[in-house]
Each structure stands twice: as structure tokens, then as C-alpha cells.
T-cell receptor, first 116, second 113 residues
Framework: DAGITQSPRHKVTETGTPVTLRCHQTENHRYMYWYRQDPGHGLRLIHY???????DKGEVSDGYSVSRSKTEDFLLTLESATSSQTSVYFC???????????????FGPGTRLTVL | AQSVTQPDIHITVSEGASLELRCNYS??????LFWYVQSPGQGLQLLLKYFSGDTLVQGIKGFEAEFKRSQSSFNLRKPSVHWSDAAEYFC???????????FGTGTQLKVEL
């Protein structure tokens, strides 16, 4: 257990409303990632962070923003949710200081988001 | 274009039978390679990984995978499947050993009793 929690675990919202998903880690990993999972697409990277206040875009970043103000928390925000953003969102972490590999990612339990 | 391909969307095997899940990648250099498993309603769990060295790697739950450079493949195998292995399996690569993963679209494994 890599000590990752996601909140909320389930959320239903309406089109046009803002939504923020939270990823929290307890083990001081340097890198944090947000993915979305959709049938037929596997997991696709939305944004990632390589340190506090250091973030970069992934493959499907349009319509999403992120923030990381402290090591343990990585927030994903949908500024104005659309039905195409209905998905399961996973947070992942990697890069434990002194660990064996910066590439091995550990995943949270996921957040199921439905946009009506 | 760089890509990861899992050609089998669904596979059904009988309990006790052997299993091979295919994964091919298209990158210029040898990437870092991973297999993850996802049970229904759960997150992803790492089964095994290949960075360098011995091309046959052992993982958890009795799984193994073989890296074949000439075929750009990293196929997952298990000699005898258990009913609890029913899940979705994802191959992933980190091009050039970087920190971003690219995932295949997954293979759904069904185990018949």
C-alpha cells in the first residue's frame, strides 16, 4: 500500500459546474500524476507534477487544470465540467526519495465522475 | 508514431490453462516496460517491470514477462491461471526511461471454471 487516497470516490455533477478532485499521499513521493480511464482507451495522462508548484501537461489536458501547493496534495480541477469528462480518474505517484525506481508508479483507488 | 498495442481486447481461458497476453510497442529506443492488473472497481496494481538486464522477468502472483527486442514485444505469461486472475491487464511503457507512462488499451481476461 503506497499510501494514496482520492476524494471524493464518487461524484455526480451538472454540465458547467466546477469540480475539484483531490489526491493525497503520505509517503513523500516526488512525482504525482492524474489519469483518466475510458473504455477502449486505457489510461491517458492528463497532467503531472514533478515537485511543489511544478506541473506539466499530459496527453489530454484540455479542460483541466492542476495545482500542487504542498508535496502531499495534487488537485485536479475541471473549471466547467462537460459530459465528455465523465470518466474514472486515477491519481498515481512515483519517485520516493531513496527508492529503487523513479519510474514505478503506484495508483490510487480512483474517482468515478459523472457529468449530467 | 509512438504507441503501445495490446491486440487482444478480450481473452477467455479455462482455469488451470496457460496464459499469454500480448504487448507490442513502437519506440526508437528500448523503453522501460510494465504490466499492471486492475480488478473491477479497483486501482491498478503493478505485476512486474523491465528496465534492463535479464529479458525474462518475474512478477507477483506467479506472472512472468519476456522482453524481445527484435519483436518490440513484452508479453505476459502465466503457466496455470486461477479464477482469481480474472481482471483487466494493462501494458505500459516509459519511453526513454522517463517518468511518464503510456498505456495500452488493456486486455480483459475471463477465466472459465
Amino acid at each position: 500500500d503506497a499510501g494514496i487516497t482520492q476524494s471524493p470516490r464518487h461524484k455526480v455533477t451538472e454540465t458547467g459546474t466546477p469540480v475539484t478532485l483531490r489526491c493525497h499521499q503520505t509517503e513523500n513521493h516526488r512525482y504525482m500524476y492524474w489519469y483518466r480511464q475510458d473504455p477502449g482507451h486505457g489510461l491517458r495522462l492528463i497532467h503531472y507534477s514533478y515537485g511543489v508548484k511544478d506541473t506539466d501537461k499530459g496527453e489530454v489536458s484540455d479542460g483541466y487544470s492542476v495545482s500542487r501547493s504542498k508535496t502531499e496534495d495534487f488537485l485536479l480541477t475541471l473549471e466547467s465540467a462537460t459530459s465528455s469528462q465523465t470518466s474514472v480518474y486515477f491519481c498515481a505517484i512515483s519517485g520516493l526519495a531513496g527508492g529503487s525506481s523513479y519510474n514505478e508508479q503506484f495508483f490510487g483507488p480512483g474517482t468515478r465522475l459523472t457529468v449530467l | 508514431a509512438q504507441s503501445v498495442t495490446q491486440p487482444d481486447i478480450h481473452i477467455t481461458v479455462s482455469e488451470g490453462a496457460s496464459l499469454e497476453l500480448r504487448c507490442n510497442y513502437s519506440y526508437g529506443a528500448t523503453p522501460y516496460l510494465f504490466w499492471y492488473v486492475q480488478s473491477p472497481g479497483q486501482g491498478l496494481q503493478l505485476l512486474l517491470k523491465y528496465f534492463s538486464g535479464d529479458t525474462l522477468v518475474q512478477g507477483i502472483k506467479g506472472f512472468e514477462a519476456e522482453f524481445k527486442r527484435s519483436q518490440s514485444s513484452f508479453n505476459l505469461r502465466k503457466p496455470s491461471v486461477h479464477w482469481s486472475d480474472a481482471a483487466e491487464y494493462f501494458c505500459a511503457v516509459a519511453p526513454g526511461g522517463g517518468n511518464k507512462l503510456t498505456f495500452g488499451t488493456g486486455t480483459q481476461l475471463k477465466v472459465e471454471l
